[in-house]
């Protein structure tokens, strides 16, 4: 069984001395503003959530989304934590102290995603699966399986990870330093790339990985001290990694479809009839009702359905505590709900009406292109310098004066192996945010020109 004390551990990662507490900001509380004000959480404002390099200001970007995230992540972290904390006596633990793991976990959870969204990280592993560039450093990779794998399923989340523990303060050992239950709190699918799932394996927690195998030693300090139980491959989720995951779940369900009906691609009475099922009753339609404006309607009833949902999520969580505990709870806490088929429901519409519209699909299908494209260029332009730094053509000495040196190496200099060098160039493209890697790339193919 995983302990609360050890589960809830405030050390930090990369620090071996634990930091003077302060009555008035706990650890935790401090992880939420380490990652607030860090540079990758700023460039999520320009990242897609729903709808790519929306037009709209009302549309939600991957910062509201993980805001949002992080508000639900903290009420129901608190409730839960309230249960937590008395039916395990837990001593100078604040039933806060939860709720604030949960909500900086939230905050964080897609910290790590590429341009254009999930498409992104499919482009990535598309370019890394056809392009030439990509095919020459595949010898040398396939040395070390877990390395080719890293790359082969390229994973947003496993980029979150080594943003928060080596980009982002990338002097410090442990980079931000976030406390280890934040870090297990927000390692979703704590195993690696490699090896490869059985199939049957419909565990959750298996699905995708959290980390690359150049973080794989700083992951198991995080399993160690939080004293996660080891599995067949990796680690049993953190108990409050289901909580995160259910935060984010109810809210790019019920948020996004909410989205929809600001868009005009759900319409009012669809999405309306949607939120009574989730909510189970129907006395708030004729409350919508009686509401000015539709938009002052939808939210209202999307309100009242996220916080039926956050009551039952609630429930389920402790009336399977003993199992989370054992790391023997595989599923999603939402598909435990009384609302899970209504939720379901949601997430069916919206994948017809809302991820597949038009628009959304040809920008998307344009970022393969960018993606690819940028990749292709600074890759070549690395492996040239790699290879003879003494002989490299304009076209590549230009492109090397736009990376900037860290992507590159220390002093300029490419890293020795191929699996660094890689890593280093897939930071600066999955950092970008959706409109600076659009604009570079048609700046450097040519198709605009600063000025013009």
Not at 202 to 221: P, Y
Not at 293 to 302: C, M, S, Y
Not at 391 to 402: C, D, P, S, T
């Amino acid at each position: 069984m995983m302990q609360w004390e050890r589960l809830l551990s405030p050390a930090r990662l990369g620090k071996r001395d634990p930091e003077p507490l302060q009555a008035q900001r706990s650890p935790f509380q401090r992880d939420y503003d380490r990652i607030v004000f860090s540079s990758a959480f700023r460039r999520l404002q320009d990242k897609t959530q729903v709808f790519p390099l929306a037009q709209s200001d009302y549309v939600r970007t991957r910062l509201t989304h993980s805001l949002e995230a992080a508000c639900v992540g903290r009420s129901l972290g608190t409730a839960i934590g309230a249960h937590i904390v008395e039916r395990h006596s837990l001593k100078d633990v604040h039933s806060s102290d939860i709720g604030a793991i949960v909500a900086a976990a939230c905050l964080a959870h897609d910290i790590g995603n590429p341009p254009f969204g999930h498409s992104g990280e499919d482009a990535i592993r598309h370019w890394f699966a056809t392009s030439p560039q990509a095919a020459r450093l595949h010898p040398e990779l396939k040395r070390n399986p877990a390395h080719f794998s890293d790359f082969e399923r390229f994973e947003g989340n496993a980029q979150g990870f080594r943003i928060l523990t080596r980009l982002q303060m990338p002097d410090n050992h442990g980079g931000l330093q976030l406390t280890c239950a934040t870090l297990g709190a927000f390692a979703k699918y704590p195993v690696p790339s490699h090896p490869e799932r059985d199939p049957k394996d419909r565990r959750a927690s298996t699905k995708k990985h959290s980390f690359f195998h150049a973080e794989s030693e700083l992951f198991a300090e995080v399993a160690e001290r939080t004293g996660l139980l080891p599995a067949t491959i990796g680690w049993r989720r953190h108990p409050l990694a289901l909580i995160v995951e259910a935060a984010d779940d109810i809210c790019y369900r019920l948020v996004d479809f909410e989205d929809g009906v600001r868009l005009r691609l759900i319409g009012y009475e669809e999405a309306s009839e949607a939120f009574a099922a989730v909510i189970g009753e129907r006395k708030h339609l004729d409350i919508a009702a009686r509401m000015h404006g539709t938009e002052e309607r939808i939210e209202f009833l999307r309100a009242v359905a996220v916080g039926k949902v956050l009551d039952q999520v609630k429930v389920v969580f402790l009336e399977n505590e003993e199992a989370i505990l054992a790391g023997e709870f595989e599923q999603p806490l939402i598909r435990c709900t009384q609302a899970a088929g209504p939720l379901e429901e949601i997430i069916c519409r919206s994948r017809k009406q809302l991820y597949a519209n038009p628009r959304g699909v040809e920008i998307e299908a344009a970022g393969f292109e960018v993606i690819g494209g940028l990749l292709d260029l600074f890759v070549e332009a690395v492996e040239a310098l790699a290879a003879d730094g003494s002989r490299l053509a304009a076209r590549w000495r230009n492109l090397l004066q736009i990376l900037p040196e860290p992507f590159i190496g220390p002093g300029g200099v490419p890293a020795p192996d191929a699996y660094t060098r890689l890593l280093r160039m897939t930071d600066y493209v999955s950092g970008m945010t959706d409109s600076q890697a659009v604009s570079l790339y048609k700046k450097l193919r040519g198709i605009s020109l600063p000025g013009q």
